[in-house]
């Protein structure tokens, strides 16, 4: 016949493994927990608008023998140049680039084909000049005086002038069959019912070697009242 201490080891054996059993769960579900968590999530996948590219390109300002055009790059925080064949389209050479959205720009070809002015314009009212020349197989960057011109006092008037309309704007002009190139560099400020400006046309020679010169340097003052 049993004993009562017999049932009682019974118990306590089951109630052991029933703790043990609820133990090891906890445990795996404390580890499948965390796994969980520390498994990375997944970056959601680009729309088809991230990954266009918003800059827009045309081939402008061919060359007069028909052998170049320039490549221009309109983007919203960049603009570029190249220089292409205009046949194939394809990139000969990086000429500038901008991350101002503002930029634009312009080219005037010499007759030949062998040299460019490139005229960047940065916004209003500003826009540089800058010459290149065809050395070997690659256009080359030719340094240039530096051209400004000066409003002197007398044409001021003594007025206010709070607005700027043109800070020593430059624009080539035109290139000559001697090769040299006509350029002006305009100044002109306004306000409080007057515009001061001064126009300087300058022709700019070149040597054999590219080696540029001012050749013929003059100005031309304006004063006036609104409505004169």
Request: charged content about 25%.
């Amino acid at each position: 016949m049993p004993q009562d201490g017999g049932i009682g080891k019974t118990r306590n054996v089951k109630l052991t493994s029933w703790f043990v059993v609820c133990v090891l769960g906890a445990i795996f579900a404390t580890v499948v927990y965390t796994v969980s968590a520390e498994e990375p999530t997944a970056s959601p996948t680009p729309s088809v608008s991230d990954k266009e590219d918003d800059t827009t390109k045309e081939a402008e300002f061919p060359s007069p023998d028909g052998k170049f055009a320039f490549l221009i790059g309109h983007g919203e925080y960049q603009q570029t140049i190249d220089l292409i064949d205009k046949k194939t389209e394809n990139v000969l050479q990086h000429i500038a680039d901008d991350d101002m959205s503002s930029v634009s720009y312009k080219v005037l070809w010499a007759p030949d084909s062998k040299r460019f002015a490139l005229m960047t314009r940065a916004g209003h009212p500003n826009q540089d000049v800058t010459v290149y020349l065809l050395k070997g197989d690659k256009f080359q960057e030719i340094k240039i005086p530096d051209l400004t011109v000066d409003i002197p006092a007398r044409i001021r008037a003594d007025k206010q002038h709070p607005h700027v309309a043109n800070n020593n704007w430059q624009e080539a002009e035109k290139w000559n069959k001697d090769g040299s190139l006509l350029l002006t560099i305009d100044n002109t400020i306004d306000g409080a019912g007057h515009t001061a400006s001064a126009t300087r046309t300058v022709l700019l020679g070149f040597d054999k070697s590219g080696k540029p010169k001012i050749l013929k340097s003059t100005v031309k003052y304006e004063s006036s009242n609104d409505g004169d």
